[in-house]
């Protein structure tokens, strides 16, 4: 992985410094939604340049023929490496109020999931194992093109459900597995009084919307589709404002992740069930998991995901432990919070 160096980055005292365009690059005149590759080039390198860690980045070929678009933080650290793997939607981008802290002591690997962010969008299968396999595969094919032997692997929503899968199927590679809001543990509750709490128009909407991706509207929304991500989640913007003060950096770097070809995002509907639960619950196989590798599980006090699969697995595991924050986006975590040994 060769370092970011030339008009890119000016490295002085572990500052990086990224040339960044006065104006982003234009897209091409007839593109129903304004976005492009150089557009979120240019959002994630809004970003970066915010970072105080050395950093290297480059794009990592994997199984065929995809490349994996990746940055390492504190290449030159001697500790064991930590790994990020990011949730539905996202980007390597959105861990930057975590990576200065994180990073400190030990190297950080952080890296856009196949389907999402800058890497490749390749057709996944239909098929709920195969699509999870095919994710696996991308990662194991990631790490061996990085010659990375160990690592502690933190996954954050449906990077959670990933790397766990992925701790499944290579367990001599993983030291430490942290889970952070995992999606896609619990199974789908069948109780008539759960499917009763279920408003008539939310099981009508979702029939509607049903063969739709998920993120479909934002996309449909074309020119529109900016403002509708301002609009709707104004919170996260207020929790990166620290870093970001009170731009769209962040809300411009989700658009963009979001409004290009969709396969991540038809990977992750092939994956789950109505109404956001996993086709194959994690909870059910998390139990065959090697017990020599520590399972720690991080939710927010806030959070909408159910924790009853960590409590279950805790029961079940010595290793096993369950900490609980005060934060509802749990990217937000800090390096005294997010505690990794």
Not at 107 to 125: A, E, I, K, M, N
Not at 165 to 177: E, G, I, N, Q
Request: charged fraction near 25%; proline fraction near 7%.
């Amino acid at each position: 992985m060769e370092a970011v160096s030339g008009n890119e980055l000016i490295n002085s005292n572990q500052t990086n410094t990224v040339a960044v365009p006065e104006m982003p690059p234009s897209r091409s005149w007839f593109s129903w939604c304004p976005t492009s590759d150089r557009l979120l080039e240019y959002a994630e390198s809004r970003i970066l340049k915010h970072l105080k860690t050395h950093y290297e980045k480059k794009f990592v070929p994997v199984v065929k023929g995809n490349n994996v678009w990746t940055v390492k933080f504190n290449p030159s650290a001697k500790n064991i490496p930590l790994v990020m793997v990011h949730g539905f939607g996202g980007g390597l981008g959105l861990w930057a109020l975590n990576i200065d802290d994180l990073a400190k002591n030990r190297p950080v690997y952080t890296f856009d999931l196949l389907g999402f962010g800058r890497s490749s969008r390749p057709h996944f299968s239909s098929e709920a194992d195969m699509t999870e396999q095919e994710f696996v595969e991308s990662i194991e094919s990631w790490r061996k093109e990085l010659g990375l032997e160990k690592f502690i692997l933190l996954g954050h929503s449906l990077g959670g459900f990933l790397s766990c899968s992925y701790a499944l199927k290579h367990p001599d590679k993983v030291k430490h597995l942290i889970l952070v809001d995992p999606w896609g543990f619990p199974e789908k509750p069948t109780d008539d009084e759960f499917q009763a709490r279920i408003p008539r128009w939310v099981k009508v909407l979702g029939a509607v919307l049903s063969p739709f991706n998920p993120l479909a509207g934002l996309r449909a929304a074309g020119p529109l589709g900016p403002s509708m991500v301002q609009k709707f989640r104004p919170d996260i913007q207020r929790k990166y404002e620290s870093l970001f003060e009170e731009d769209d950096t962040i809300l411009n770097y989700i658009y963009h992740c979001n409004a290009q070809s969709p396969s991540g995002e038809t990977a992750f509907k092939h994956l789950s069930i109505p109404y956001g639960w996993a086709k194959f619950p994690m909870v059910n196989r998390v139990g065959n998991l090697d017990r020599r590798i520590p399972i720690t599980f991080i939710y927010g006090a806030r959070s909408w995901v159910d924790n009853e699969s960590a409590y279950h697995v805790k029961d079940i595991r010595v290793l096993g432990k369950c900490i609980k924050i005060k934060r509802h986006e749990l990217s937000k975590i800090g390096g005294d919070e997010l505690m990794v040994p």
